[in-house]
Nanobody
């Protein structure tokens, strides 16, 4: 059974930083393209960062230059370093394969950016 467990969210002031983690089990993690998605209240889920099995990355324009995705194929974990956070980054953050697999969605981790 595949499990993706996100952690590291919280309440942070504008301009602050957070590091999210996603621990994977039940899949051959190293061969999968992985991504971080987010869903803000009243909005559709969007893909914000992608990392290939070889470590190539890509970002949504809204987070480019502020967020960094990375992975550790030994620990089966993908990370999202978020800097210079804005109120518009407030959302529930999820990890999944890219393209996503419906059955793999986890609970996500809430990120709230507010003063």
């Amino acid at each position: 059974q595949v499990q993706l467990v996100e952690s590291g969210g919280g309440l942070v002031q504008p301009g602050g930083s957070l590091r999210l983690s996603c621990a994977a089990s039940g899949i051959i993690f190293s061969i999968n393209v992985m991504g971080w998605y987010r869903q803000a209240p009243g909005k559709q889920r969007e893909l914000v960062a992608v990392i290939t099995s070889g470590g190539r990355t890509n970002y949504a324009d809204s987070v480019k230059g502020r967020f960094a995705i990375s992975r550790d194929n030994v620990k089966n974990t993908v990370y999202l370093q978020m800097n210079s956070l804005k109120p518009g980054d407030t959302a529930v953050y999820y990890c999944n394969r890219v393209p996503s697999t419906v059955a793999y969605w986890g609970q996500g981790t809430q990120v709230t950016v507010s003063s």
